[in-house]
């Protein structure tokens, strides 16, 4: 006969089944939540960081407002790109210097049109400097903007603002490419280095090498020297024997 029970040794398996699959892809699931997550504050992280903002620096004895951008490269890299930048624009900036001078390092472009930020000419007043101490490969770059020897942030517009903190964004591909100059710059003065130091080994061995020769030819010239001299001792031996046989027979 058959039972209208359930037969539980058929039936357990497929549901137990069923809740495994379910856990794994609920697993599956959790982690991929977990890992779209990180990837957002890992991106919401760089966009703010490679954000532009406004801060306000010491210039010309006083406090002006500026805006400032980190860059996660080294200063020199920073300044060839602005400085390679602004030459292309057709204006030549001048460096503050002076052992005494407090704005030393700040670089003025006087009048200068940037027409990626507005088409009014401006006084842009840049400095580079790195990040900290401890970070040398980051930099952070301020430009304060002037008008007829005042701060002059505060007069643009909305979309000139906007479009000065974009310019100082776009210069990242340009600090890219001038760190990599840099790079090269350095591995080529590390393989002139190195194939002078090469040189310089070379000439020792050559120097060396030398002295080993005059060397050799000094130990064969002394053993014929010890070889003359050996004749020497034997003949004056011989001598004195002679002398010491006179001795004898007169005694």
Avoid at 53 to 67: L, S, T, V
Wanted: proline share 3%.
């Amino acid at each position: 006969m058959y039972s209208l029970k359930p037969d539980y040794t058929t039936t357990k398996p497929p549901q137990l089944a069923t809740n495994f699959l379910f856990t794994v892809s609920l697993t599956k699931i959790t982690a991929m939540r977990k890992f779209i997550l990180s990837l957002i504050f890992l991106f919401i992280s760089f966009f703010l960081k490679a954000q532009a903002f406004e801060d306000k620096i010491e210039y010309n004895k006083e406090k002006q407002a500026c805006i400032v951008m980190e860059y996660d490269f080294p200063p020199q890299a920073v300044e060839n790109a602005i400085t390679a930048k602004m030459n292309k624009l057709g204006f030549k900036g001048k460096e503050e210097k002076g052992m005494f001078n407090k704005d030393k390092g700040f670089r003025i472009y006087k009048e200068a049109l940037v027409g990626d930020i507005s088409p009014s000419r401006y006084d842009y007043v840049i400095n580079i400097d790195r990040k900290s101490k401890k970070e040398s490969d980051a930099a952070v770059l301020y430009l304060i903007i002037m008008k007829d020897g005042a701060n002059a942030l505060s007069r643009l517009n909305t979309e000139e603002l906007g479009s000065a903190k974009s310019f100082l964004y776009n210069l990242l591909p340009e600090i890219e490419a001038a760190n990599l100059e840099l790079q090269i710059t350095t591995q080529e003065d590390a393989v002139v280095k190195a194939e002078k130091r090469l040189k310089s080994l070379q000439s020792d061995k050559d120097e060396m090498e030398k002295k080993i020769k005059k060397l050799q030819e000094d130990i064969k010239t002394n053993e014929k020297d010890q070889e003359k001299q050996n004749a020497e001792i034997e003949n004056q031996r011989k001598a004195l024997d002679a002398l010491k046989a006179k001795r004898k027979a007169s005694a």
